[in-house]
């Protein structure tokens, strides 16, 4: 399953923040159509996904009913990427 997307760059401040896009409502639900078959215990979903240049393997966080993707230094330096920034996501979720 090949999805894009638009979404908003979000710090959560925990210990050390972390920096995610969360997967609007409309591909969530296509997403926990096929969880099942997808995912690798609790809930997490493996994707392969494209932002800009960068190419990324990680998996999806469960959270309030979507999904949230999160996005590595290693991702987000390159392209100077920051809280609040606009980006456009191309994910394949692996099954």
């Not at 926990?32 to 078959?37: H, L, Q, V």
């Amino acid at each position: 399953m090949e999805l894009v997307f638009d979404g908003r760059v979000i710090e959560w401040r925990g210990p050390s923040p972390f920096y995610f896009v969360g997967v609007p409502e409309e591909e969530s639900t296509e997403i926990r159509e096929i969880a099942s078959a997808a995912t690798y215990g609790w809930g997490v979903i493996p994707v392969d996904a494209r932002i800009g240049g960068s190419d990324f393997s990680t998996s999806l966080f469960p959270k309030d009913g979507g999904y949230l993707l999160p996005l590595k230094k290693a991702v987000r330096a390159p392209q100077g990427l920051s809280a609040g920034d606009e980006v456009t996501v191309t994910m394949t979720v692996r099954l």
